[in-house]
């Protein structure tokens, strides 16, 4: 069972920035891509960033665009979201996710990105 470990939420202003990270360590099956999903409360599930492990490409929803961005370290199977000139509209609780090429995807247990003056 591959386990994947969330890092890096907390409280933040307006304006300022926080650096998540997500790690799939032991992991025995390769990576197709990963990715960081959001909720907030009242609100559905939306897909934040992804990237794809082989290629590099990295999606982003409109939102975010210019202000986060999505990396990976392929050796060390993680991926990180480095989150700038956040809003409150930024609120949420934030899921990792990876999908694999033999088996079916996994989620982090989610890390609170808070956004507050």
């Known amino acids: 069972q591959v386990q994947l470990v969330e890092s890096g939420g907390g409280l933040v202003q307006p304006g300022g920035s926080l650096r998540l990270s997500c790690a799939a360590p032991?992991?025995?099956?390769?990576?197709?891509?990963m990715g960081w999903y959001r909720q907030a409360p009242g609100k559905e599930r939306e897909l934040v960033a992804v990237i794809r492990w082989a290629g590099g490409n990295a999606d982003y929803v409109d939102s975010v665009k210019g202000r986060y961005t999505i990396s990976r370290d392929n050796a060390k199977n993680t991926v990180s979201l480095q989150m700038n000139s956040l809003k409150p509209e930024d609120t949420a609780v934030y899921y990792c996710?990876?999908?694999?090429?033999?088996?079916?995807?996994?989620w982090g247990q989610g890390t609170q990105v808070t956004v507050s003056s």
């Open positions: 032991g992991s025995c099956f390769s990576i197709r891509a």
């Open positions: 996710n990876v999908q694999f090429l033999e088996r079916s995807e996994l």
